[in-house]
């Protein structure tokens, strides 16, 4: 995490990094939102690990609600969500990819009903309906595991589920400047080749404090 921090601040000229480890037993949902405010951050870097783990401890830290406040506000500038592997699984819809490869076991949250849709529910970054499926190999059957999942998914969702597959060298990238506007996104290849453009339905902004999530 540090060496990653570095990266970024030398990268993109940053005057200060803060790591914040959202399983920290002493740190309450209050303290990390007073950290993050202190921070006014322009970007929230959130990486890889285990998905039901980072979903978790998203939700048990307060962390939903820092992404809300920070990266999605009302008014006011926002900053830039980024995620990497499960932090990309996270931002969508759901995190049911995660399901999906078995390279991650639910069991290390052993107390939380995966089932339900309320512990499945993602950030909703990417635009309603979006989900995400990082590390996607056409040539190990990524294709066809995503595409009967994909199928099985829209069936339960009445047609209204995307899955967006992503390769170690692409990045989705989605932009919207007010909520009755629709959202743009974008695949950038890593030799920095535009690979999709598309409209895709509005990112509603977040609840009022105090809200479910």
């Known amino acids: 995490a540090e060496e990653k921090a570095d990266e970024f601040k030398v990268g993109l000229e940053l005057d200060a990094v803060q790591i ?18 202190a921070l006014e951050p322009n970007l929230v870097w959130v990486g890889g690990g285990n998905t039901f783990y980072l979903r978790h ?5 307060g962390f939903d609600r820092v992404v809300e406040r920070t990266c999605t506000p009302e008014d006011g ?45 993602g950030l909703g970054l990417g635009g309603a309906g ?13 294709a066809e595991l995503v595409e009967t999942s994909r199928s099985r998914m829209q069936g339960n969702s009445g047609g209204t589920s995307e899955v967006v597959t992503l390769r170690d060298d692409q990045a989705f990238v989605w932009t919207q ?23 895709v339905k509005p990112l509603p902004f977040p609840t009022p404090r105090g809200g479910t999530t």
């Not at 401890?57 to 830290?61: E, L, P, T, V």
């Open 130 to 142: 979006v989900h995400f499926f990082p590390h996607f190999d056409a040539g190990s059957g990524h």
């Open 77 to 121: 500038p926002a900053a830039i969500y980024v995620g990497a592997s499960a932090g990309a699984i996270c931002a969508g819809s759901s995190i049911e990819p995660a399901f999906w490869k078995g390279w991650d076991s639910p069991s290390v949250v052993p107390d939380v009903d995966w089932s339900s849709e309320r512990a499945t529910r």
């Open 57 to 61: 401890w998203m939700r048990q830290s």
């Open 177 to 199: 400047v007010r909520d009755d506007q629709a959202g743009r996104s974008f695949i950038f290849h890593r030799d920095g080749a535009l690979g999709r453009l598309r409209n």
């Open 20 to 37: 914040l480890e959202l399983d920290d037993p002493a740190m309450s949902p209050a303290q990390l939102q007073s950290c993050v405010d």
